[in-house]
């Protein structure tokens, strides 16, 4: 590889970074025309693992947006992400899949616990789909693989 190459690849891996983390933002802070301009005009999300829906990201949106309430709380952990380039069929280099794995911990909006102690939490994998267009990497599909999900136990009395 050139260093022109080196350059360009290791830039491409700091906006996927960003695209990710910009994801975990728009869900933690209910910011849904944010979530929504970061897929590209086809892209689709699917929730199903986690409770939720599979279809096109403004039919996502529209789920999200009357789903999330019920979390007064939110706060998507992102890590281990693993960047592949070039991994969809007829690439030409525009293309990336990532996997990373999550912690989401969350509080009921009509919870007990005090304060903001998370009394939800869950854990699992993405697997993220991206194209580069001309506004920048985007998603072309999200999957949520959940693993597993915890409740808070009870308080002793």
Sequence with gaps: MTQRVELATVMDRL???E??????????????????ALFAGEGRADYRSAGGIEGGVGEVVGWLARSM???AMRQHLIVNRRVRF?????????????????????RFANGDAPGTVPDFVAGGRYAFALVRTYEGW???EVVVEEKWRRLAEPPLS
Excluded at 19 to 36: G, H, N, Q
Excluded at 86 to 106: H, I, K, S
């Design 15 to 17: 906006a996927v970074d």
């Design 19 to 36: 695209l990710i983390t910009d994801y975990a933002r728009a869900v933690d802070d209910a910011d849904w025309a944010a979530y929504e």
């Design 69 to 71: 309430p019920l979390f």
């Design 86 to 106: 070039g991994q969809l069929e007829q690439d030409v280099g525009d293309t990336a899949r990532v996997q990373a794995d999550f912690v989401n911990p969350m």
């Design 138 to 140: 985007r998603f072309a």
